[in-house]
């Protein structure tokens, strides 16, 4: 199993802590030894200074001449002070000196005998000593060394007392920040916890009703109030999208089983009924025939507009709108039936989108307007420019639409009048596929009519290009 975000936070911030820590107590450590050794050797070197002064002055230095000094009031707890000779013995050493001479590095004496002075450590029974040569000048001339040392244990405490500390805080501070990044984001992942058993009950149950309870409106509050929201508006398109496909499927029998119940009624008349009359038979097979269309139409609608439906992808290229339409009109001018059909403009308009389905918007509004324009009427087509964008506009002079079905004639298997509408063989899906065409092209689509007065639709699609447009009126 994979470590929790909640451990895996703890343990990062302990980490980074640790390696924070680490470095500063690294750092504090050099630090506090330099500055300890500074003390050190100043404080040696002051006191071998006090005691040189002190000393008789002379051309030699002997154990006689120094009897007289007491060299013991200079020194303190771990200091001690020894004098040698021009030939580098001691001859005179502090009482509190357990070891009787301070330890001896060589080299150092005989540097401080040509008349340099130095620093080293030694070690003096496991005891560390900084030790201070400094030569006793006289007429130009080395006659002897004052040696100073100090223990190093004071400080070698000091310093093991402050890696304890540093140890012991450090250490206790990382088990904090452990413990209380644990403890946050235990806190802040919480209604994380909460998406999830939501989600997981939604899946189990396919409750889309269901919604997270909001903390703090979420484009206000954290991280996790706004994955809260996003959940939330998810959850609410996906129950719309869920609630409509269950509405299309209802609506989708219930339109298809009436065309299949007159098909088969039919038939099964003209299997029982013996002996009848050639034009019964003629009647109820054209009555089945009819239908039996009415049913293929309304089964390519609904395969139109499972292929407007989003999933579907569009197959977007530059379409010259004003040409479609051109087209179109010349094709169904056979169709006018005693109608006039005039496009009045076709703007030389390029529109970025699917060539079939733009097609598809213009063939249904000018179906309907042929469907619901009855013959002496007039049809009139045009493609303009406006604005940026370009406008197809289908007006007829038919019977209009009553002003209470206006507002619902985009929706799914609406039909103003159903039986006027059944007969000529609507489904009452064409507008909403047109509209759902136009809007995944991000265009509109309106509708505007008198009942009994005719009435124009008019699309409004995104144009990439537009040419001035071309006056075309054309009547036949
Ligand atoms: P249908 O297949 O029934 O025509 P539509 O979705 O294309 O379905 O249209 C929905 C309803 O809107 C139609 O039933 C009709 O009553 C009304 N309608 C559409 N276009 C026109 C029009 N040009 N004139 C009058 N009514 C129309």
Do not use: C
């Amino acid at each position: 199993m994979a470590i929790s975000i909640r451990v895996r936070l703890a343990l990062v911030y302990a980490a980074v802590l640790s390696v924070i820590v680490l470095i500063f107590g690294v750092l504090l450590y050099v630090a506090v030894q330099q500055y300890l050794v500074r003390q050190t050797d100043e404080s040696v070197a002051r006191l071998a200074r006090h005691v040189a002064a002190a000393l008789p002055a002379g051309d030699q230095l002997s154990a006689e001449s120094m009897s007289m000094v007491d060299i013991d009031p200079f020194t303190s707890p771990g200091m001690h002070v020894q004098i040698l000779d021009g030939t580098g013995q001691p001859i005179l050493h502090s009482a509190g000196l357990s070891i009787r001479t301070l330890p001896a590095s060589d080299a150092d004496v005989r540097l401080a005998l040509l008349g340099v002075a130095t620093f080293y450590t030694a070690d003096a029974g496991g005891q560390r000593i900084r030790v201070y040569n400094l030569p006793l000048e006289h007429g130009g001339k080395t006659v002897g060394v004052v040696q100073v040392g100090k223990s190093y244990l004071d400080y070698d405490l000091t310093l093991a007392q402050l890696s304890q500390a540093t140890a012991l805080g450090g250490g206790l501070a990382i088990v904090l920040a452990g413990l209380i990044s644990w403890a946050v984001a235990g806190r802040a992942l919480r209604p994380v916890a909460d998406i999830t058993a939501t989600a997981r009950a939604i899946a189990l149950s396919q409750g889309f009703s269901r919604r997270l309870v909001e903390r703090r409106n979420g484009e206000r509050g954290d991280e996790v109030d706004r994955l809260a929201l996003a959940f939330n508006e998810m959850l609410a398109s996906l129950e719309s999208a869920y609630k409509s496909q269950r509405r299309f499927v209802a609506d989708a029998s219930h339109e298809l089983r009436a065309p299949l119940t007159t098909v088969v009624g039919n038939l099964e008349f003209l299997r029982k009924a013996d002996g009848l009359a050639p034009q019964e038979r003629e009647e109820a097979l054209d009555d089945a025939l009819a239908e039996a269309r009415r049913m293929g139409r309304l089964v390519g609608d609904l395969l139109s507009l499972a292929r407007t439906d989003a999933s579907q992808r569009l197959n977007m290229e530059p379409v010259a709108l004003g040409q479609v339409v051109r087209d179109l009109w010349e094709e169904t001018l056979l169709r006018a039936d005693g109608r006039q059909l005039v496009l009045t403009s076709a703007a030389e308009v390029t529109v970025w989108g699917d060539r079939d389905q733009l097609k598809q918007v213009a063939l249904v509004l000018m179906d309907n307007a042929l469907k619901y324009t009855p013959a002496g009427g007039r049809v009139e087509l045009s493609v303009g420019w406006a604005d940026g964008r370009a406008v197809l506009r289908v007006a007829d002079t038919g019977i209009g639409i009553e002003p209470e079905d206006l507002p619902h004639v985009f929706e799914r298997f609406y039909r103003a009048d159903k039986a006027r509408s059944r007969d000529d063989g609507g489904s009452g899906l064409g507008l909403s596929i047109a509209r759902s065409i136009v809007e995944r092209h991000h265009g509109t689509i309106e509708v505007q009519s008198t009942s009994g007065n005719g009435s124009a639709f008019t699309v409004h699609l995104p144009a990439l290009a537009a040419a001035v447009p071309e006056s075309t009126v054309a009547t036949r």
